[in-house]
């Protein structure tokens, strides 16, 4: 047997070792601050101070329910969940039907007005913002959660058309010409039989519109003086101000406010892999 033919099986061996072994270390980098925060919410100041890295001695609870029962705090989290719902439930909904037409229909300019649409993950947000403040402001939208909602919704259409695209035009043409002798409009295929198959798609697209308006900071920071209006990240940064010198209260209010988003991320975590591995797969 030749050396080469010996090495292959050590390397097979070592190479999912490797593999693991990165992506464990990744997982304590990201976990560790986690817990810190945790913990660190259970403690006081001097706790912090004295002893940052061991469990809290004696355990502080207050830290945490003193937040749940501010009524901010709730204020808040319902003006984070229903702009990230209005604003995933505007993205999904045109972002589907642009790449319907994208995928479905050929047309003269169609690759060209998609390059455009592709071109919006190349424009950085911040450098948008003081046109867009201005314009929120002619319009009348500052202060209103459609200052925040629409801009968010236009921001993510690019990405959105590009996913759901490349999932609509992995549908066989043979189901649409089936669809067509049987009488189905161009929309009825698009609605009562696209959309049910690319569920996946529109579950992983879904995913990501609410998870990047939920992290949104700048621009509900730029749009909102209102603090009866203000998001979750807003309200964790008016709080470390308010509460700059009480560390521990604050690191339970950034624990609080991270649990949401970890929360649904877990129920959506299997719909969003999923959703990514058909898309490649079928592209």
């Known amino acids: 047997m030749s050396t080469h033919a010996r090495d292959k099986p050590a390397i097979q061996v070592a190479k999912p070792i490797a593999l693991h072994a990165v ?12 817990l810190y925060g945790v913990l660190g919410g259970f403690k006081n100041n001097q706790q912090l101070s004295t002893n940052p890295i061991g ?26 969940s229903f702009i990230a719902l209005a604003t995933t439930f ?41 046109p ?6 002619f319009f009348g939208l500052l202060n209103n959660p459609l200052g925040v909602i629409l801009p968010q919704a236009a921001f993510g259409l690019s990405l959105t058309i590009i996913i ?20 189905c409009t161009p929309f009825g295929f698009f609605w009562r039989i696209l959309l049910p198959m690319a569920r996946p798609a529109l579950a992983t697209v879904s995913v990501l519109a609410i998870v990047g308006s939920w992290n949104n900071f700048f621009l509900p920071l730029v749009v909102f003086n209102d603090p009866g209006l203000w998001t979750l990240p807003v309200g964790v940064q008016q709080f470390q101000g308010q509460f700059s010198r009480d560390t521990a209260r604050i690191l339970a209010y950034v624990v609080l406010a991270m649990v949401p988003a970890l929360a649904f991320y877990a129920v959506a975590e299997r719909h969003l892999v999923g959703g990514l591995t058909t898309g490649a797969t079928k592209g």
């Open 23 to 34: 992506v464990i270390v990744i997982g304590i980098f990201i976990l560790l601050p986690i």
């Open 90 to 130: 505007i993205t999904v909904g045109v972002s589907a039907l642009a790449a319907f037409v994208f995928a479905r229909f050929a047309f003269r300019g169609r690759e060209f007005l998609f390059t455009v649409f592709a071109a919006g993950l190349m424009f950085p947000f911040a450098v948008a913002i003081l």
């Open 132 to 137: 867009l403040f201005l314009l929120l402001r």
């Open 55 to 80: 469990l809290p001695d004696p355990w502080v609870p207050s830290n945490y329910t003193n937040v749940l029962a501010s009524g901010d705090f709730w204020v808040q989290v319902w003006n984070s």
């Open 164 to 183: 759901l695209r490349q999932f609509f035009r992995s549908i066989p043409g043979e189901i649409e010409e089936a669809a067509t002798l049987d009488g």
